[in-house]
């Protein structure tokens, strides 16, 4: 009986993360679902945000490509009737028998959908500024075909920019973090009355395992000028196919702030052990600053009213936006807003440099009357509020990230009030959720 009862349970906590036989046979094709508004994706990982998984510390401390991280190259491309189809070969070896096998693809122009070996295994309707997909179980030994198809026509083409992109992807590559992983990271920074700096971390760890795991979850902290200002540990045992985070509170004394005139930049380093084991490594830099609103509707940051002067940027090199960026910071420009979520060098070099950013969400759709706007139509919530989620998650830990905005212009309505609604929803979140043409209505705090 109890071998019974653990089967069961087994196979109940294994159907939170895949479908049962039947509802797989059932299951639309992406070039089918992504006709419907209504179907944002299938067997995608959910938004999060863009760390890197090193196995080492000096990997991870030099930068630059993670041993858990593998590049995938030589793509063939064919034209298909969905759009454009991208093929290339990936071994997987013993290698990777204790790790997990996730494929990431970054920037992708449209919507996209992911086949191993011939089989469709996942879609999603935004590419931008990235999907995953877990591969671990659709792989076989030694070699495998991965395909990813880049679609032309799906619903979510009529809150896009308008025009015909090129259906590509920046890059893809396969990232192998162990099978409990730091699956992403939360920081709030404030200030205490003293000049302090007051700091949460939230280590979300996700485990792929059936059975229990004691880890232990570290985190140091270091100053601009490279010294360990804090570090602590905590146990975790990990539950079947769970995901739990790991909380620390800590005191910076005399913390130094992040501004545009002086951004000061922290190093959050994490990291994890098993059995005396070092397993993975990961690093974020951080910001001690506030963004926040007031009940006037004034842009607070670091206690006092900020008069924010902006303009849009799109990012396309590094060398060219880092000099488009000083040359708009010697304007008197200290906001830039971007119409989609951009690379993650861009919030980057905005962290560096001092320069504020309000991030959009992937919605644009300017032409549509406002009797007849996807704004105000129920079945595009799970596309509005997947699109504001990936925006959110995937860009929440640069300081230089301000505030957030709904989309990029679009007629308001229903989805966006469910889009405001769900981002206020989010824990310890006090930075600003934006809609320029809310029209003077609730959902928007500027």
């Avoid at 990777?96 to 494929?103: A, G």
């Avoid at 880890?215 to 739990?244: C, F, H, Q, W």
Wanted: aromatic letters at 10%; glycine letters at 6%.
């Amino acid at each position: 009986m109890k071998h019974i009862i653990t089967l069961i349970l087994a196979i109940a906590a294994a159907g939170c993360l895949a479908l049962s036989a039947q509802e797989i046979a059932t299951q639309p094709t992406a070039s089918q679902a992504l006709l419907s508004p209504e179907n944002v994706g299938y067997a995608y990982l959910t938004p999060r945000s863009q760390l890197a998984s090193y196995p080492t510390r000096d990997q991870m401390m030099a930068g630059g490509t993670s041993g858990n991280i593998i590049p995938l190259q030589e793509w063939q491309s064919e034209e298909v009737e969905a759009g454009t189809k991208y093929t290339t070969r990936f071994k997987r070896n013993y290698r990777l028998d204790d790790k997990e096998i996730i494929l990431c693809i970054e920037n992708a122009t449209g919507a996209v959908s992911v086949e191993v070996n011939g089989n469709e295994i996942g879609y999603s309707v935004t590419g931008s500024p990235r999907a995953e997909f877990d591969l671990t179980k659709k792989l076989k030994e030694n070699n495998n075909t991965i395909s990813v198809v880049v679609h032309r026509n799906y619903a979510a083409r009529d809150i896009e920019p308008a025009g015909e992109p090129e259906l590509t992807f920046s890059h893809a590559s396969i990232i192998t973090p162990p099978r409990v992983a730091v699956a992403d990271i939360t920081v709030d920074t404030k200030f205490t009355k003293s000049g302090d700096g007051s700091l949460k971390l939230g280590v979300v760890m996700q485990s792929f395992l059936l059975n229990s795991k004691v880890y232990e979850i570290y985190y140091e902290v270091y100053s601009p000028e490279g010294e360990m200002v804090a570090s602590s540990n905590k146990e975790l045992t990990t539950r079947m196919l769970s995901r739990d985070t790991v909380n620390f509170y800590t005191r910076i004394p005399k913390a130094k702030a992040w501004s545009p005139s002086k951004p000061n930049l922290y190093r959050v380093v994490v990291f994890t052990k098993h059995q005396q084991r070092f397993k993975e490594f990961t690093t974020a830099f951080v910001g001690f600053r506030t963004a926040e609103c007031n009940d006037q509707g004034e842009f607070i940051f670091n206690g006092d009213a900020l008069e924010l002067k902006s303009t849009p940027f799109v990012y396309t090199t590094k060398e060219e936006s880092t000099a488009e960026l000083a040359r708009l910071k010697e304007e008197g420009y200290n906001l830039i807003f971007t119409a989609r979520p951009q690379s993650d060098e861009l919030y980057s070099l905005c962290d560096q440099m001092g320069m504020l950013v309000c991030c959009s969400a992937d919605i644009t759709s300017p032409d549509k009357e406002a009797t007849n706007t996807p704004s105000n139509n129920p079945e595009w919530k799970n596309t509005y509020l997947q699109r504001a989620e990936s925006a959110y998650h995937s860009t929440k830990l640069h300081p230089s990230v301000v505030m957030f905005s709904l989309a990029y212009k679009a007629q308001n309505g229903i989805c966006l009030y469910e889009s405001y609604l769900a981002m206020k929803a989010i824990k310890d979140e006090k930075r600003p959720f934006v809609y320029p043409d809310a029209g003077g209505q609730w959902n928007t705090d500027l």
